[in-house]
């Protein structure tokens, strides 16, 4: 039951309107460079903690310990989510062309129709 929990929580579901190449493009700051390393530390320290919460009981030395892992792997999360957001915004490729492929679509969706 809680690995079921624990599965469904860190799944991440994408609109169906999105190609795969668009959600490879949109999640690979989070995956490389300095990005990408503060996630798997993060993901890392927070498993850490989690399991640490589960073995130590409700000793207070194991609280201390686990809280402290947890709120390192919070912190890591949301700098690694900080340096993906300058790496995508330094790098064209996430920005400008996502705007395109959506006017491109935009503009082929909505084609006028001419009565004759």
């Given amino acids: 039951m809680a690995s079921k929990a624990v599965r469904t ?3 991440t579901t994408w609109p ?3 190609s795969a190449a668009t959600r490879s493009r949109i999640s690979e700051p989070y995956h490389d460079g300095r ?3 503060l996630m798997r530390a993060a993901k ?3 498993a850490a903690g989690a399991g640490l919460t589960v073995v130590a009981g409700r000793t207070r030395l194991g609280a ?3 809280g402290t892992l947890l709120a ?5 999360t949301r700098f690694g989510v900080f340096e993906a957001g300058m790496a995508s915004a330094r790098d064209p490729k996430y920005t400008v062309v996502p ?3 959506r006017m491109a679509a935009r503009e082929n969706s ?6 004759s």
């Fill in 16 to 18: 169906n309107a999105r």
């Fill in 110 to 115: 909505h084609a006028p129709t001419t009565t």
């Fill in 64 to 66: 201390i310990a686990s």
């Fill in 99 to 101: 705007q395109r492929e």
């Fill in 9 to 11: 929580a860190a799944s």
């Fill in 72 to 76: 390192a792997g919070s912190l890591l």
């Fill in 35 to 37: 990005p990408g390393t």
């Fill in 44 to 46: 890392a320290w927070t």
